[in-house]
Structure formats: C-alpha cells, structure tokens
C-alpha cells in the first residue's frame, strides 16, 4: 500500500467516524464512495469493506459518551441489532446478486431519496 493510499484511508476513517459521532450517519455515506473515487474499488469491495468496520467496535467511544448522557436506549439498540442482523445477511445475499452498476445505482438512489426528504420533505 503506497503512502498516499494510506493517508486517504486514514482520512476517510475520520471523516466517517467524526460523522458517526457527530450526526449518527453511519459510516458507509463517506467510506463507500470514498473508496470507489479514491481508491478504485469496486461497489461490491467498498460495501463490503465498509460493513467490515462494523465487526469491530468502531464506535464504542461514541456510544459510550452518548450512553452517559442518557441518549441511549439499551432496549431499543438491542431490538435493532436483531433487525439489522437479519436484515444485513439478507441485504448482502442481495447485493451479491446484482451487477456493480446496478448497484451503484441502487446506492446513489438511497442518497438522493434521504438527502430530499431531510432538504425538502421533513419539518
């Protein structure tokens, strides 16, 4: 890995996780197209490599300065996790399936339809 892959990837960890703790957005609004324009990896590797960050505890000091100022719900984190499980195999077995653009596509489309509704749509 050359120095200057090395220093983007650094970079982009920050800004995710500086995002993360900052607006709750999950990583992969920067990591994915980051490392798709940046590093030249396909869809199917950056998704991958972004939902590779949620194994381990990334954000454990987010949660924790969060947990202590009483913005988490133990209950509710737990039920989502059981969802997220589920629905992250589901997800991946799917994403799997289709090309790179179409799933290129697929993942532009979720940007804009948030991006709108948070401009447009919410009050």
């Known amino acids: 890995m050359s120095i200057q892959s090395f ?19 999950g990583g992969g609004i920067i990591i ?5 324009f940046f590093l030249s990896f396909s869809q199917h590797e950056a ?11 990334a954000g454990i000091f987010a949660v924790i ?3 202590k100022r009483g913005f988490i719900d133990i209950k509710i984190v ?14 991946s077995k799917m994403a799997l ?8 596509k697929i993942f532009a489309g ?7 509704k948070m401009l447009f749509l919410d009050k």
Request: charged share 5%; glycine share 14%.
């Open 7 to 25: 220093a983007i990837i650094i970079i982009v960890g920050l800004a995710a996780g500086m995002l993360s703790g900052l607006v709750g957005v």
């Open 32 to 36: 994915v197209p980051a490392l798709v």
């Open 47 to 57: 998704q991958g490599t972004s939902l590779g960050i949620l194994l381990l505890p």
């Open 65 to 67: 300065n969060y947990y």
């Open 78 to 91: 737990l039920i989502l996790f059981t969802g997220f499980l589920i629905g992250g195999f589901l997800g």
């Open 97 to 104: 399936s289709f090309s790179e653009a179409t799933l290129k």
């Open 110 to 116: 979720m940007l804009l339809l948030i991006a709108c």
